[in-house]
């Protein structure tokens, strides 16, 4: 695997996380809050109704050791429903509606810090990505961009829903293996 940024040079999943310590900057009433997506180039977010076929096997294990950093994965309920979550070696957090109806995020953050949370990566879907950011409570962004077209008018970007305003963000790295792109970006 290939560095491009910061400072080009070889690298490998370990080395890049080996001193990523996303706990170290947690807040006081929410977690240090990471999204990670995988998208093709044209922009779609799944591939036959789920995000498998999009990444190579070093997304998969970037993925695997990324958990390996945080305290906690969540993933809304569409992702619980079309893609197989069984057992993944740390707590799992589906966010679901209940008969008071759509989750209020920052109380679960809130609440979840207070449990000791201190970091939480957010593996989608799409609509609950829309809603954290439009919320304000996203840090970071892994983005994973394999290099594959596969077209389609049906399929969700990574980010569903209305944003208030555009979002900055800065570019914290920038990997390659066999033409996949590895970006990691902190929001401005
Ligand atoms: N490419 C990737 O990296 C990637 C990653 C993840 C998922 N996906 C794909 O995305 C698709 C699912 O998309 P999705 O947008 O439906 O999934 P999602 O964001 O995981 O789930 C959305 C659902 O979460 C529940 N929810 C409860 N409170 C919410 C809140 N405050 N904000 C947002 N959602 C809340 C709602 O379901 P209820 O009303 O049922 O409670 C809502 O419909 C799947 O095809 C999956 O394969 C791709």
């Not at 997304?59 to 992702?79: E, N, P, W």
């Not at 799992?92 to 809130?110: H, M, N, Q, T």
């Amino acid at each position: 695997m290939h560095r491009l940024l910061p400072n080009a040079g070889p690298t490998t999943v370990e080395k890049q996380l080996d001193s990523y310590r996303p706990w170290e900057q947690a807040q006081a009433e929410r977690p240090f809050l990471a999204m990670n997506f995988a998208s093709t180039v044209d922009g779609r977010a799944t591939i036959g109704g789920v995000s498998g076929p999009i990444g190579s096997q070093i997304d998969t294990a970037m993925l695997v050791a990324l958990r390996t950093r945080f305290d906690a994965v969540m993933i809304g309920a569409g992702t619980m429903r079309a893609e197989r979550y069984s057992e993944i070696g740390t707590r799992l957090i589906v966010v679901e509606s209940g008969p008071g109806g759509r989750v209020e995020l920052p109380a679960l953050l809130r609440s979840l810090r207070e449990e000791g949370v201190r970091a939480l990566l957010c593996e989608g879907g799409p609509t609950l990505h829309g809603s954290l950011q439009a919320a304000g409570l996203v840090d970071e962004l892994f983005l994973t961009i394999a290099p594959k077209l596969s077209g389609g008018g049906v399929p969700p970007r990574i980010l569903e829903g209305e944003l208030d305003d555009v979002i900055g963000l800065e570019l914290a790295w920038l990997l390659e293996e066999e033409g996949e792109l590895f970006a990691r970006y902190r929001r401005r």
